[in-house]
């Protein structure tokens, strides 16, 4: 049996003065070079380079804002359609026990790509969270990354035909 392991060392010693990720990745052609699964009106979704567990999703708004409040309805709106529909796609995907949802703004809130404000969306399952992650700062990971997109750009295809 073959494991990845998520180093978030390389994420956390990135040049921050470097240009948006998130900004980037719009810019990309949609591949596994971007991550990006899915593409909405004002918002998209894309996997977490550096995962908490396989599936972890992150919905983004295309402006490049860290000002939650400033957000408008409609905007608000579709990014919590999408967090709803990556529940539903991850639930059929992965077959977690439970979700992380949340967003992480400035530094105190734990932001770590503070100026372009995101959703996470995680699946957890009972028990993933063991000694490996808590003493080895490692996380083992059942699949790659591109596994992991392939899965979910086709579970989120499948979940727009139906």
Same mark, same amino acid.
């Given at each position: 049996?073959?494991?990845? +392991?998520?180093?978030?060392?390389e994420y956390?010693?990135?040049?921050?003065?470097?240009r948006?990720?998130f900004?980037?990745? &719009? &810019?990309k052609?949609?591949?596994f070079?971007n991550?990006?699964?899915?593409?909405?009106?004002?918002? @998209?979704v894309?996997l977490?380079? !550096?995962? +908490?567990?396989?599936?972890? =999703?992150?919905?983004?708004?295309?402006?490049?804002?860290? %000002? @939650?409040?400033d957000?408008?309805?409609e905007?608000?709106?579709?990014?919590?359609m999408?967090v &709803?529909?990556g =529940?539903?796609v991850?639930?059929r995907? +992965?077959?977690? &026990?439970? @979700?992380?949802?949340?967003?992480?703004?400035?530094?105190?809130g734990?932001?770590? =790509?503070?100026?372009?404000?995101h959703?996470?969306?995680?699946p957890?399952w009972i028990?993933?969270a063991?000694f490996?992650?808590?003493?080895g700062?490692?996380?083992?990971?059942?699949e790659?990354?591109e596994?992991? !997109?392939? %899965?979910?750009?086709?579970?989120?295809?499948?979940?727009?035909e139906?």
């Amino acid at each position: 049996m073959e494991h990845i +392991y998520s180093d978030r060392r390389e994420y956390f010693k990135r040049d921050k003065n470097e240009r948006c990720v998130f900004c980037v990745a &719009q &810019q990309k052609e949609d591949n596994f070079n971007n991550l990006i699964i899915h593409r909405g009106k004002d918002c @998209f979704v894309i996997l977490n380079l !550096y995962p +908490y567990s396989s599936g972890h =999703i992150m919905v983004v708004p295309n402006e490049h804002t860290n %000002r @939650f409040e400033d957000l408008s309805p409609e905007l608000l709106s579709e990014m919590m359609m999408l967090v &709803q529909k990556g =529940i539903r796609v991850l639930t059929r995907a +992965y077959c977690p &026990q439970g @979700f992380n949802v949340g967003l992480n703004i400035g530094d105190a809130g734990g932001a770590g =790509i503070k100026e372009h404000m995101h959703i996470h969306v995680i699946p957890r399952w009972i028990g993933d969270a063991n000694f490996i992650t808590v003493i080895g700062k490692t996380r083992v990971m059942p699949e790659s990354l591109e596994e992991t !997109y392939d %899965r979910l750009r086709e579970e989120w295809q499948a979940d727009c035909e139906e």
